[in-house]
């Protein structure tokens, strides 16, 4: 059974451990082995400062990450237009692994529609930039995050179908499963 790595920002969620056990369900139905951020095996001092205690959930979870077999990541925007930069580092950190990594948002937007004020400057139509408030181009490329993490993707961003983004998420990394089963058979 192939082991894959749930990065996400669910681990901030007061539920976290549920919600991880729900994702890790959904995942050996379809054949894997989830393994969520808070699986990891941390090694803490007895009064271990702050920044010693960042570290050792680093270390977990770069550790966690490498023993796996790919990474599903959400990219549902957190905190902001963007995906979590935390989930963000993990998929790259995958990737330059050779590690499979596979996303799902609850967001089919665009990524330039989420910045905002997003304002268009001058340019022909299809030419167009599109810039904050800060006069800082935003990337216009279709994309639903940015290029970097989207382009880098094993298979194209999964997104979701329902009225609510609770749902839109689960049914996003459903179809992400249901996509890694069809393509390992």
């Known amino acids: 059974m192939k082991r894959v790595y749930l990065a996400g920002p669910e681990v901030f969620l007061g539920h976290a451990r549920l919600f991880a056990d729900w994702k890790k369900d959904l995942c050996r139905h379809y054949g894997l082995q989830g393994l969520f951020p ?19 959930i680093f270390q977990a979870n770069c550790h966690l990450i490498r023993s796996c077999d ?14 979590d930069p935390g989930t963000a580092y993990e998929l790259g950190y995958a990737q330059g692994l050779g590690i499979p990594t596979y996303a799902y948002s609850e967001q089919d937007s665009e990524y330039h529609q989420r910045v905002k004020p997003c304002t268009e400057s001058s340019g022909s139509a299809d030419n167009s930039r599109f810039r904050d408030i800060e006069g800082l181009e935003i990337e216009n490329f279709g994309l639903q995050d940015n290029l970097m993490l989207v ?12 009225n609510d983004a609770f749902n839109q998420q ?7 499963l249901a996509y890694l089963q069809v393509e390992s058979e």
Do not use: Q
């Open 38 to 56: 808070l699986d990891a095996e941390l090694r803490l001092e007895d009064n271990a400062s702050p920044p010693d205690t960042a570290l050792a």
């Open 70 to 83: 790919l990474l599903i990541a959400n990219l549902s925007p957190f905190r902001g237009p963007s995906a």
């Open 151 to 162: 382009c880098g993707l094993s298979a194209p961003l999964f997104t979701g179908h329902s």
């Open 170 to 176: 689960l049914s996003a990394f459903e179809r992400c």
